[in-house]
């Protein structure tokens, strides 16, 4: 029988994702973002589905029917508290209340696991007073835990993108994190089978137009007979000026003065370098001044698809709703494939949990 998962701060479903590609089949999700809810209903159309702010609904009308029956929760709770500089840190603090409402459905459900993901300060601001705190009061509701940061680049993800892991078990050692894989996927790798669209041009649903050129590419395509989400924002006239000036492999610095521009971001006005992984995908991947996230050879930003592909979620995955919304979808989410490398240890766990309840019998 699968195992059984419940997804809480759900988002689009990257995380719900990577478990599923893994044989977990997930129960439940709560998503308060009424766009991204209907994305991930899309993409999941066999998970209940509640769009609702978790701190206004009835936990016990809720969660009852779930206690005993959920393998793990997994989730990845907004923590902003920890981050101001100068003040301890606490989850005490009113900026983590989230936070507390994983914990309460940890508590109410009582999975035998759950995994929480977050930005990898959790883990070391205030000399890890903030993770002490986080292990002492799973601990107490009878937990194991392990903690570490993890690099999506390590597992198979075509991007840089660091997020501390935390997995807890109720009564027994938690599992090991995933350990990384040798082979490193390339931003070419992702997205060269989808390298002819100039500003402006695309649809909504189009034919490929091109073979698959790397294994990564065949995966992604592997049960899509159909292009979705692949439209390249419509630049302005200077910016596509600016970026006729910029050869590959370069950036803002072969501009003219008149060109520069007093955008604040890392990588601005900046292409990708296809044979490197790419920076960590943000919610604003379409305008080349937020980030390195100008095409490695043509005149425009990447479209959600490529943005997909670089945050490893296959193309039958559909994002909808307003280009916004798709942006967020796509740069909020876990990427998919490591969660799939979380998910792998702990169905190995589970396995070995049977196993040993096998030969005590």
Known sequence: ?????????????????????????????????????????????????????????????????????????????????????????????????????????????????????NVPNLLTAEHGYFKNEII??????????????????????????????????????????????????????????????????????????NPAESLYQKEMRKNSKELYNHIATKHSKVALERLALIPPNCGKEVLPKEHLTKSIYSGTWTRMVKDEVSVTITTRFDTPSSGKFTHPYLNRAITVREAARIQSFPDDFHFIGTKTSQMKQVGNAVPPNLAKAIAEVILNDMRKEVSLNDKTE
């Not at 029988?1 to 419940?6: Q, S, T």
């Not at 089949?25 to 973002?33: K, L, P, R």
């Not at 301890?88 to 993901?117: C, G, S, W």
């Not at 009061?137 to 835990?145: P, T």
């Open 136 to 209: 002492e009061l799973f601990n107490k509701l009878g937990y194991e835990i392990k903690t570490g940061v993890l690099d999506a680049a390590d597992y198979g993800v075509p991007q840089n993108r660091r997020r501390a892991i935390i997995i807890g078990k109720n009564r027994g050692e938690a599992p090991d994190l995933p350990e990384p894989l040798k082979q490193k996927v390339t931003i070419w790798d992702a997205i060269s089978d989808l390298a002819y669209l100039e500003s402006g041009e695309g649809s909504e649903i189009q034919k490929y137009k």
């Open 1 to 117: 029988m699968k195992p059984k998962l419940m997804d809480l701060f759900a988002g689009v479903g990257g995380l719900s994702l990577g478990f599923e590609k893994m044989g977990f089949d997930i129960v439940f999700a709560n998503e308060f973002d009424e766009g991204i809810a209907n994305a991930y209903k899309i993409n999941h159309p066999n998970t209940n589905v509640l769009v609702a702010d978790i701190t206004k609904i009835n936990f016990d009308e809720v969660f009852d029917k779930y206690v005993g029956r959920i393998d793990i929760i997994v989730g990845g709770p907004p923590c902003q508290g920890f981050s101001q500089k100068g003040q301890r840190k606490t989850i005490h603090d009113e900026r983590n209340f989230l936070f507390k409402y994983y914990v309460k459905a940890v508590e109410k459900v009582r999975p035998k696991y759950f995994v929480m993901e």
